[in-house]
């Protein structure tokens, strides 16, 4: 079972997000364009116009408003790809060459702010000032959360605390949003847009930290990456957390700098592989699972609730 085949129901307009997509990606600039269009080919899965259109089914109105506003949350997405990969020095994105790569830092860049731009733009027409207010404190955390990232490589020392801020910024902000402004468009009420946004929040944590957990468990295939790269990249995620609180292992990890090459990081990789700190994370993951169905208890019955719980299963426990 894969996320898309949960929501496979909804084929019709994902894939109508898709074609809308890929007529707003268009720009004067040939190489900005062509930038973009190889992020959009590259696929994905969609998760965060799922969640716009599930979320919508708990209200009345649903129009090409929905489409702007799923195809929003992607572009902000895809940009935030980008400019995560040129924080990483990335050469690989879903197993092929990231936009860095295949052109360099800066095209990579003015993509990414491009692709910003057109969210905004596409935002403008939806004519929501609600659905305005929640894109623009969106749009502010994400790129205090990547500031954070760049600033949180390498610091072994970090508190907790610093780490599921820097993941509430760089995934749960943008799942969170993406349930509110699908109930907002919709004509939810207030108090189910409340219960959704919450449920938005502890689904993209559990997304994130299971992003987290892979890193060290899944096959290079899957990740369409290296195995231990957010390591190799100074990232430290739940894992090495749980890890660190042995002295013997923070000290290995504190020598890891920009410097460091896989054969160093792949013995902390096995460590953490064998030292039990892996079902310790998943239990935290399973908690922010269970939590965020239980957001849904007091929601009403309708068909699209069911396919917010099934996915909340599925993504804490996807193998990829």
Known sequence: MSLKRLYRHMNREIEQIDRFLSTRVHTDHPVIEAASKQLLDAGGKRIRPAFVLLSAGF???KDIRLTKVAASLELIHMASLVHDDVIDDATLRRGKPTVMERYDEQVA???????????IRLVSEVDSPRVMEIMADTM???????????????????????????????????????????????????????????????????????DDLLDFTAKSFQLGKPVGEDLKHGHKTLPLFYSAEDPEFFGRLQQVNQSSDYATTHTLVREVQRNGTLERSQRTIDRYVNRAIQRLDGLPDVPDKRSLIEI???????KW
């Open 59 to 61: 209200g009345q109105a």
């Open 109 to 119: 860049m003015y993509t990414g702010n491009t692709l910003f731009g057109e969210a």
């Open 140 to 210: 502010e955390l994400i790129c205090i959360g990547e500031i954070n990232q760049i600033q949180d490589q390498y610091d072994w020392g970090q508190s907790p605390k610093r780490y599921l801020d820097r993941i509430a910024r760089k995934t749960a902000l943008l799942i969170e949003t993406s349930c509110a402004a699908g109930a907002v468009v919709s004509g939810a009420s207030p108090e189910v847009v409340k219960q959704l946004r919450l449920f938005g929040y502890d689904i993209g944590m559990a997304f994130q930290m299971t």
């Open 312 to 318: 909340a299963e599925y993504i804490g426990k996807r």
